[in-house]
């Protein structure tokens, strides 16, 4: 068996350690790129995006400032539907109190109170139902049908919404948008028919209504 004279064994392994450290220190440097030139970079840190709302006020009078309801009621735009039972489009008290040709007119006041313009607003009426508040009250059942409203959405040009018997105010009407921060009136003028006798007497006519707005 061939034997490695030691002396060939001293003088290979400083040459072959010497070629090992080397080749590593190259490829250091390779890896963490202490041989590079210049760089530029940009971070952008504002990256972001903010969603608008709609929220809907709504207010008695011509050009209300003062809004007593609210889409977002108790500060909740989660849900963003609220009902309002303070606010009656007939005349409250006087519209009770009515007499056989007579008109009661009111005029409430919207309000667009959020970040974004609606490109829709509607208006559903629910339909007409009648009871009886007084004792003794009158027989009729068909009051709605004696009771006619003009729903009139007042602007630069005044458009009419619906004219006609609150038996017959059922569709959905489309009314004029509302940009963000905007405002709007409407009146409703109510006449009970001239003709009606005393088995009208006593009774209340109710119509719900239903405002939206929508993005």
């Excluded at 504002?46 to 709504?58: F, R």
């Excluded at 629910?126 to 059942?141: E, I, K, M, N, Y």
């Amino acid at each position: 068996m061939s034997r490695t004279d030691p002396a060939k064994r001293l003088r290979f392994t400083p040459l072959a350690l010497t070629t090992v450290l080397l080749s590593a220190g190259l490829l250091s440097l390779s890896v963490t790129g202490t041989l590079s030139g210049f760089t530029a970079a940009i971070t952008n840190s504002a990256n972001s995006v903010t969603t608008g709302s709609l929220v809907l006020q709504e207010g008695v009078g011509s050009n209300a400032t003062t809004f007593a309801c609210t889409s977002a009621d108790g500060a909740s735009i989660t849900t963003n539907s609220s009902t309002c039972s303070t606010i009656n489009k007939f005349g409250g008290t006087g519209y009770q109190t009515m007499v056989p040709g007579q008109t009661v007119t009111q005029s409430v006041t919207f309000k667009n109170s959020g970040t974004i313009p609606a490109s829709t607003f509607t208006l559903q009426p629910t339909a007409c139902s009648q009871l009886a508040v007084a004792s003794p009250a009158g027989s009729a059942t068909d009051l709605c049908s004696k009771l006619s409203v003009v729903v009139t959405q007042v602007g630069a040009a005044s458009t009419t919404v619906y004219s006609g018997t609150l038996a017959g105010f059922t569709a959905s009407q489309s009314l004029a948008t509302l940009a963000a921060g905007a405002s709007t009136t409407f009146t409703f003028a109510v006449t009970l028919a001239s003709g009606a006798g005393n088995s009208y007497q006593g009774l209340q006519a109710s119509v719900p209504m239903t405002w939206t707005l929508n993005s």
